[in-house]
């Protein structure tokens, strides 16, 4: 059974920094692309950015284009969010996702197992 336990939320003013880790259990985590997702109040869950199953390959979301970066270490079973220039719309709760394979793709249901989500709150 694959666990992913999301921590490093929080609240942070706009303009600011946060980082989103994402600790995932299980012996085969470097076999899979890994993504990241939000949900706002009153808003779907929408794809933040996603990673290959060894990192050569990241997608990004038009909205956090050039603030947020991903990675992983495989060796630490670890993926990361990295947020800067934070903005109030970025106000969510923070989604670590395993993909079913090796690729990252925006499409929610191609993830197969989900954290239990970390708070990101930005004031403006």
């Known amino acids: 059974q694959v666990q992913l336990v999301e921590s490093g939320g929080g609240l942070v003013q706009a303009g600011g920094s946060l980082r989103l880790s994402c600790a995932a259990s299980g012996r085969t985590f470097s076999n899979y692309a890994m993504g990241w997702f939000r949900q706002a109040p009153g808003k779907e869950r929408e794809f933040v950015l996603g990673?290959?199953?060894?990192?050569?390959?990241?997608l990004t979301a038009d909205s956090v284009k050039g603030r947020f970066t991903i990675s992983r270490d495989n060796a630490k079973n670890t993926v990361s969010l990295q947020m800067s220039s934070l903005k109030p719309e970025d106000t969510a709760i923070y989604y670590c996702a395993r993909r079913n394979g090796m690729s990252p793709t925006l499409d929610a249901g191609a993830y197969g197992f989900w954290g239990q989500g970390t708070q990101v709150t930005v004031s403006s």
């Open positions: 990673i290959s199953w060894n990192g050569g390959t990241t």
